[in-house]
């Protein structure tokens, strides 16, 4: 046994099914070993494609990702897609192939100190050391993203080590991988759940852990329970999430919040008044105590419980404990409607470009003559359209990190993790462009997702940006060309649609849902702004 059989029967005894990659040099070794423990590889175009892939697999699975890329510019082209795990709090393993330990300081093939590059974006980076020890470390790095607040881990794999003999070697037990749990304290939860029941106008906040997609009928169960609004949020523009309407306007007037998990920062307004009242009573539970310090200089006195705890496991214990012993329904409509606020859009089509409310429309048809539907949404302009005007039971989007152009690989992940659903995804024409060949990744695995492009020719959310600040005579550098992208997916063997009036989109999307290929949809909108949160 090699030091890569080690590695990959670990992740075979842990349950890992599916690794996302793209083969180099150093991590051969592992290619080879994942054929005799039947883990499938899904071989992508771009580094960065197999970590994004990794991070949407896990939140659709409930299972750690692991993406396995090559050593140093392999690693580097991975990098950028660990940020928006960690924000979107995803546990994934990034597993990257490394230059030999036995010639450290050498100048070996592709050297570099990958671990100190790492470390600021991950939970933990960690080179191993001894082959025989891979097993326990590839547990160590499963169990701590799993753990608290989930998010990525990082382990460079020398060459040498996936190629020495680690025939004597033990392998871990189920407990080695188990993620650690920090559970709330009986003082925490009653203190939480006698002030919610005393309280005329509470909320509960979540993060994207607990988004609705990842809680699973938790949030539902825990609103009940409090009889009080379970608010997750997930979009980096927080309370300006056009998915969220006219909540910011109605959180102010809450009298106490409950933050399970959710940070204290710019997404919340810092804490500080308009967004939350002064006279608001602030609960903080969070597992971790950094998190907790910024909420007490955030709310100082207001706050009148910091609690070191898992958000996961507080919010289960107070949807066990809850009683609704209170009638609070005027106040759970009053939410409700605020968060339903959409700007009145009209519905047919006028001169020049279709509106995006229009196309969005066109998709949420789709999405509900379907059994099975997964939305995926990216950012931008056009993104927060989709974000607002069309919804799924499941759901991914770009997450806090405000990162564009993954989510093409999202949708990729999305039908490895669940082949009979039907994926929608929606972006813009500049965000398409950074992952554009995962198109024909998607059509050599058969995966037979729709990709909604809103084309306006332009990098849509800094063009409004330059146009609201500097004005028309300022615009610089965010026009496109109108690229027939269909076209140029059809010509990795997908099925194409270009779509320029609106009384052809249901057509085409049928066209495209019967295609059974990967399907590239183009439809030429107009570059408006993105719809305001105040519904204005």
Not at 3 to 31: E, R
Not at 438 to 458: L, P, Q
Not at 486 to 495: E, K, N, R, Y
């Given at each position: 046994m090699r030091?890569?059989?080690?590695?990959?029967?670990?992740?075979?005894?842990?349950?890992?099914?599916?690794?996302?990659?793209?083969?180099?040099?150093?991590?051969?070794?592992?290619?080879d070993a994942c054929i005799d423990v039947g883990i499938r590889l899904i071989h992508t175009r771009h580094e960065g494609a197999a970590v994004y892939m990794a991070e949407a697999y896990s939140q659709l699975t409930g299972e750690v990702g692991i993406a396995l890329v090559t050593a140093a510019p392999g690693f580097a082209s991975g990098l950028g897609p660990l940020y928006m795990a960690r924000m979107s709090e995803t546990p994934i393993v990034l597993l990257s192939g490394d230059s030999p330990l036995s010639k450290d300081d050498k100048g070996a093939f592709q050297e570099l100190d990958q671990i100190t590059i790492s470390t600021t974006l991950t939970k933990l980076s960690l080179r191993p050391q001894h082959a025989e020890n891979l097993a326990l470390d590839i547990a160590m790095a499963m169990r701590v993203a799993a753990s608290g607040r989930p998010g990525p881990v990082h382990v460079a794999l020398p060459f040498d080590l996936l190629n020495a003999d680690v025939s004597d070697a033990s392998l871990p037990s189920p407990q080695d991988f188990a993620p650690e749990v920090t559970r709330p304290g009986g003082d925490a939860l009653r203190s939480i759940l006698d002030t919610v029941t005393a309280a005329e106008r509470p909320v509960i906040l979540t993060g994207p852990l607990?988004?609705?997609?990842?809680?699973?009928?938790?949030?539902?169960?825990?609103?009940?329970?409090?009889?009080?609004?379970?608010?997750?949020?997930?979009?980096?523009?927080?309370?300006?999430?056009?998915?969220?309407?006219?909540?910011?306007?109605?959180?102010?007037?809450?009298?106490?919040?409950?933050?399970?998990?959710?940070?204290?920062?710019?997404a919340t307004g810092f804490g500080l008044p308009p967004a939350m009242s002064t006279n608001c009573k602030f609960f903080v539970v969070d597992p971790e105590t950094d998190v907790l310090e910024r909420a007490r200089r955030a709310f100082g006195t207001r706050m009148t419980l910091g609690h070191r705890a898992d958000a996961d496991a507080t919010a289960q214990a107070l949807a066990e404990m809850g009683k609704n012993r209170t009638k609070r329904t005027a106040w759970r409509?009053?939410?409700?409607?605020?968060?339903?606020?959409?700007?009145?859009?009209?519905?047919?089509?006028?001169?020049?470009?279709?509106?995006?409310?229009?196309?969005?429309?066109?998709?949420?048809?789709?999405?509900?003559?379907?059994?099975?539907?997964?939305?995926?949404?990216?950012?931008?302009?056009?993104?927060?359209?989709?974000?607002?005007?069309?919804?799924?039971?499941?759901?991914?989007?770009?997450?806090?990190?405000?990162?564009?152009?993954?989510?093409?690989?999202?949708?990729?992940?999305?039908?490895?993790?669940?082949?009979?659903?039907?994926?929608?995804?929606?972006?813009?024409?500049?965000?398409?462009?950074?992952?554009?060949?995962?198109?024909?990744?998607?059509?050599?695995?058969?995966?037979?997702?729709?990709?909604?492009?809103?084309?306006?020719?332009?990098?849509?959310?800094?063009?409004?940006?330059?146009?609201?600040?500097?004005?028309?005579?300022?615009l610089n550098?965010?026009?496109?060309?109108?690229?027939?992208?269909?076209?140029?997916?059809?010509?990795?063997?997908?099925?194409?649609?270009?779509?320029?009036?609106?009384?052809?989109?249901?057509?085409?999307?049928?066209?495209?849902?019967?295609s059974g290929l990967p399907v590239c949809f183009v439809a030429e909108i107009e570059g408006l702004p993105a719809p305001s949160a105040s519904g204005h």
């Open positions: 030091g890569a059989d080690l590695v990959a029967t670990a992740l075979s005894n842990a349950g890992v099914k599916v690794i996302f990659t793209l083969s180099g040099n150093q991590i051969m070794p592992i290619f607990q988004n609705r997609t990842r809680a699973r009928g938790l949030l539902e169960k825990l609103a009940d329970a409090l009889d009080a609004p379970v608010i997750p949020m997930e979009s980096p523009r927080g309370l300006k999430d056009p998915c969220l309407g006219d909540f910011a306007s109605v959180l102010s007037k809450a009298d106490v919040i409950v933050s399970l998990g959710k940070n204290i920062d710019y409509a009053e939410m409700a409607a605020a968060i339903a606020v959409r700007p009145v859009e009209p519905v047919e089509a006028g001169d020049g470009p279709m509106r995006p409310a229009v196309l969005c429309a066109a998709v949420q048809r789709l999405l509900d003559a379907v059994a099975d539907p997964i939305l995926i949404v990216d950012g931008g302009e056009f993104g927060q359209w989709a974000q607002a005007f069309v919804s799924a039971k499941t759901r991914i989007i770009n997450g806090p990190s405000g990162a564009i152009g993954g989510t093409l690989c999202y949708a990729v992940a999305a039908k490895i993790a669940r082949p009979d659903a039907t994926v929608v995804v929606l972006m813009g024409d500049g965000t398409v462009g950074f992952h554009f060949a995962e198109f024909e990744t998607a059509h050599r695995y058969g995966t037979d997702f729709i990709a909604v492009i809103g084309h306006d020719a332009r990098w849509n959310a800094e063009y409004q940006i330059q146009l609201r600040e500097y004005g028309a005579d300022r550098e965010c026009e496109l060309n109108p690229t027939r992208y269909d076209l140029a997916a059809a010509g990795f063997g997908c099925h194409g649609e270009h779509v320029t009036n609106p009384a052809d989109l249901d057509a085409a999307l049928k066209r495209a849902n019967e």
